[in-house]
């Protein structure tokens, strides 16, 4: 599986048995958590973490997940297939997805693809929706997606199995387990999917041919205390996807595509007094190949590998006041067909402020990055957060961030570019959070200024080459707000969340294509006993299809129903159906790429 | 150079250009009909979204009516359109991605038959006799698979194929030959070949320049304009005319462009002159020995030269929307002087203009 891992697991074995450890409290973030700063240093951002249970109410799909329970719009190439985000109304490559502290965004294309992401192997998943490229780099723009590992020290084993059987000759499994000591943590996940996704679009006969796919997402996250102030820890995330591209309506397809990415990360964390010295080795391997034809060998490939090493130094002036230094490296390796000598190297330096007053607390960061290939701006962030009372809290950010040319915007060749600049934006925003007894809501103003916006554009002669072209002002309002009560056996909660995004061409005056002015979910759960019962739901208002603003996708409503029935309380094994669709409504989030109607989904779920 | 042969060659030019290219002289319908008069764009619609269109406008009004195939037929025209071919009363349109042919009265725009078999990345189609002939890609990765399919034109059916080189895109016909410009598909060719319609196969391949785009006949000449192969290529070559003697299908002259960096298109002939473009400017040859070094002027209103006709003293150029993503534009101009005459906004990514 890998070779990493085992590696490092001899060298554990070969450590000496050491004492049983007690972690002092204020070391307890650093320990449990892979990525700190997206507590530390998102003072004046909303940071929402979306449960598990919430999680498995959808295909193990991040964009799933994410349309039905963020604000955002999500474009797919057909179910399953390649799939893009907009967060407050920015393109693809402006949302970073970050693992465990790493940016993941592919070097080929400087965006996620959002099927290539299995969601069944993480501990938890959040979303930072603003800018955040001083602590997570190129492309947190919009917003940044986190799926997250974490480590207990409790010296508990618990195991949770879970299967899902659904239309289409769907079939889903995952497994994970969490085992500890008290200086040893081992998280186990591994999460795989198979379809035919052979469905009928609704409204017509005709079948969605050549939409079978599969992947595999196994993920290992072991943390090991190698001394009483010295900790190592280990995230290795192996997916590998085979999916073949569905056509539309009018374009037939045979073409099929396979994914295998790699990610591992080694940190070793020391305590030193006041000081907190982390040093992080990350190693990942990025590689897609494309068959027009499946039933042929001929294929198109890609591959990045990127190497990053990064020391942080924390140091804690005073109980309420921390300074990090950052130093990193990072060399990025890419080859494929139709790219040329794609290395470059990126050196980096942040230094991240943070002071926390009674009822204010504030962070100031900055970074500067220094490469080869183009100028790079100095990046900043300031936020922060005022509490006036126990219901009313005032958020604030400011903050340059940025999306730097990725390996194909740099070297394809037929157009590459060596001359690009990175994508610059300088954003505000301003949030207000309300909490009431049941009921807490968050809405939040925010202005973004993107230039050099970077465009795949004909020149003269016709060829698409990228150039840094338009400026964007998107600027808009966002809610989430959620309601939960408990009621002797009853439990219920409500959950929504809404956006109005105005994304527009400085130029032309025109909203950009794949914006949707509005986008609202909205999402409950009832339990009552050994009964439970929840509806899923967002509404996509209509967006633009072509720049001049004169073609456009109509709005669409999706609504997914489910019931639960607990079997069981030891071992917990919980019983779940589902009707995803129970409208049947035919939407298209791409003009042709028609989505499946009505499906039935039934899970099965083990915790021992 | 032999200047001698070039000034004979110019004679000879300057003889048989008074007989003009023959779409001017178009049988008229009987009775008047919606389209009986004026310009056609084609749209090819953005790929995968079946958008394809066709605009009219009408030269007595100047009315422009856009998706006129659909709004006579009740029913789309398909995806991705790559070319029209004015025959008699017909218009064939040639639907890339949906790998199907509709043949209209280019009158009435009336479907008159539709042809879905046989077909596999068709680009262009043209008439010889009573048999059209379209030339097909394949799979575009796969060299060996690219062919020219034949249709009866009495009854659409099938009535063979033949394999031709890779990329076989233009197609001229003169004297029971058809000259196929064979530009490599996905990758590079550099090959015109040489069709018998009486035994449909190939009699020869003719060696050009890199990508051979545009054929115009003159004569017992078959002029080529090749672009050379980009700067992405392996190795980025000159565009190249080349004239063809076609009583013996023997390549008579070569001419290179300069610059390996020049990537001619377009050519057509007008008013006893070779006009071509690259990028957006326009160059004119006067058969006299010598490639034009400057442009006679160049289009800079339109956003990429994607369409291109000469006629009657005038530059029709379609033009998309920079980002091939809305609606495109129609630009008239003056072959005299360059200057605009007329715009007209048009359906998605127009990509060529065709005359009733």
Not at chain 1, 410 to 428: I, R, V
Request: aromatic share 14%; with cysteine; proline share 3%.
């Amino acid at each position: 599986m890998n070779r990493h891992l085992y590696i490092l697991l001899l060298f554990l074995v070969g450590c000496a048995a050491l004492n049983a450890q007690e972690v002092p409290v204020n070391w307890l973030d650093e320990v449990v958590l892979s990525d700190v700063k997206l507590k530390t240093n998102s003072e004046g951002q909303l940071v929402r973490k979306l449960s598990d249970s919430i999680i498995e109410q959808n295909e193990p799909f991040l964009v799933s997940l994410l349309k039905f329970n963020t604000p955002y719009f999500f474009r797919e190439n057909g179910y399953g297939g390649v799939a893009s985000a907009s967060i407050r109304g920015t393109g693809a490559a402006q949302t970073a997805v970050v693992w465990n502290g790493i940016n993941i965004n592919s070097q080929l294309t400087g965006q996620t693809d959002f099927n290539t992401v299995n969601t069944g192997v993480f501990d938890n998943i959040s979303i930072r929706p603003g800018g955040g490229s001083v602590v997570y780099g190129s492309g947190a723009i919009g917003g940044t997606i986190h799926l997250n590992n974490k480590f207990q020290f409790d010296r508990e084993n618990d195991h949770s199995i879970f299967m899902a059987l659904g239309s289409f000759d769907t079939y889903q499994a995952s497994y994970n387990g969490n085992f500890s000591n008290d200086k040893t943590s081992l998280n186990l996940g591994m999460s795989g999917i198979t379809s035919e996704n052979d469905f009928v679009y609704p409204g017509t006969e005709i079948t969605n041919e050549n939409g079978d796919f599969e992947n595999l997402s196994l993920n290992v996250s072991l943390a090991h205390w190698i001394s009483d102030t010295n900790i190592l820890k280990f995230y290795s995330n192996y997916y590998s996807g085979d999916r073949a591209f569905s056509g539309t309506i009018n374009l037939p397809s045979n073409s099929f595509y396979e994914d295998r990415n790699s990610r591992n990360l080694l940190e070793w964390k020391s305590f030193f007094g006041k000081l907190t010295s982390s040093f992080k080795i990350a190693w990942l391997q990025e590689e897609f190949k494309y068959f027009e034809n499946r039933d042929s060998e001929n294929h198109s490939f890609g591959k990045a590998g990127t190497g990053i090493l990064k020391y942080d130094l924390g140091i804690e002036i005073s109980e309420n006041k921390n300074l990090n230094f950052i130093a990193d490296y990072t060399n990025i390796q890419g080859e494929g067909s139709g790219i040329l000598n794609a290395d470059r190297e990126i050196g980096g330096f942040s230094a991240l402020w943070n002071h926390d007053l009674e009822k204010f607390t504030y962070e100031f960061s900055l970074r500067q990055e220094i490469t080869s290939d183009y100028s790079s701006p100095l990046l900043f962030s300031v936020g922060g957060n005022y509490r006036f009372s126990d219901i009313y809290l005032l958020r604030f950010s400011a903050s340059r961030n940025f999306r730097i040319p990725s390996i194909n915007d740099l070297f394809w060749q037929a157009g590459g570019n060596q001359e690009l600049d990175p994508e610059t934006s300088l954003q505000y925003e301003l949030g207000n959070e309300f909490k009431l007894k049941d009921f807490e809501f968050n809405l939040t103003g925010f202005f973004m200024d993107i230039t050099d916006l970077i465009r795949w554009v004909p020149d003269s002669s016709g060829l698409w080459r990228p150039v840094n072209t338009a400026s964007v002002h998107n600027f808009g309002l966002e809610f989430f707000g959620g309601w939960a009560k408990t009621l002797d056996e009853h439990k219920i909660d409500l959950s929504a969340s809404y956006a109005f995004t105005k994304s527009i061409n400085q130029e032309t005056q025109k909203q950009l294509i794949y914006t949707p002015e509005h986008k609202l979910t909205f999402s409950g759960g009832y339990e009552i006993k050994k009964i439970s019962a929840f509806f899923q739901s967002f509404w996509n208002g209509s967006i633009y299809t072509s720049s001049d603003n004169q073609y456009e996708l109509d709005p669409y409503a999706l609504f997914n129903l489910g019931l639960g029935y607990r079997l069981m309380d030891k071992p917990e094994i919980f019983l779940q159906a589902q009707v995803n669709n129970l409208f049947d409504e035919n939407y298209q989030s791409l003009p042709g790429r028609i989505m499946p109607g009505r499906s039935i989904r039934t899970t099965i779920k083990i915790n021992f | 150079m032999n200047y001698k042969h070039y000034l004979a060659l110019f004679c000879l030019v300057f003889i048989f250009n008074s007989c003009d290219d023959d779409t001017d002289c178009c049988p008229m319908p009987e009775e008047e009909t919606q389209f009986e008069s004026g310009i056609f764009v084609l749209n090819e619609g953005n790929f995968g979204s079946g958008n394809a269109s066709v605009s009219f406008i009408d030269s007595e009004n100047e009315q422009i009516s856009n998706n006129i195939f659909s709004n006579v037929n009740s029913r789309d025209l398909g995806d991705t359109a790559q070319s029209i071919e004015m025959v008699g009363e017909l218009a064939l349109i040639v639907l890339n991605v949906s790998n199907r042919l509709e043949i209209v009265n280019r009158y009435t725009f009336e479907s008159l038959g539709t042809i879905d078999a046989e077909l596999n990345n068709p680009r262009y189609a043209v008439v010889e006799g009573d048999k059209i002939y379209v030339s097909n890609w394949g799979d575009g990765m796969d060299p060996d698979d690219d062919f020219l399919s034949i249709f009866s034109l009495n009854d659409l059916s099938f009535l063979g194929s033949v394999p031709v080189p890779e990329g076989p895109e233009k197609m001229v016909v003169t004297n029971n030959t058809i000259y196929v410009a064979h530009t490599g598909g996905f990758s590079f060719n550099n090959i015109v070949s040489v069709v018998d319609t009486q035994t449909n196969s190939i009699i020869k391949e003719i060696e050009v320049g890199d990508q051979p785009n545009s054929m115009v006949v003159q004569g017992i000449d078959l002029w080529v304009l090749a672009s050379g192969k980009p700067a992405y290529a392996d190795e980025e070559t000159p565009g190249e005319l080349s004239r063809i003697d076609i009583t013996s299908n023997e390549l008579a002259e070569t001419y290179e462009f300069p610059e390996s960096s020049f990537h001619p298109s377009n050519l057509s002939l007008a008013d006893g002159s070779a006009y071509f473009t690259a990028g957006k400017a326009l160059f004119r040859y006067n058969f006299d020995f010598n490639l034009p070094e400057t442009a006679e002027f160049s289009f800079d209103e339109i956003s990429v030269l994607y369409g291109f006709e000469i006629r009657d003293g005038k530059i029709y150029i379609a033009s998309p929307n920079s980002d091939f993503t809305g609606n495109g534009n129609l630009y008239i101009y003056d072959l005299a002087n360059g200057s605009l005459l007329e715009q007209f906004p048009v359906g998605i990514n127009p990509n060529g203009i065709y005359f009733n």
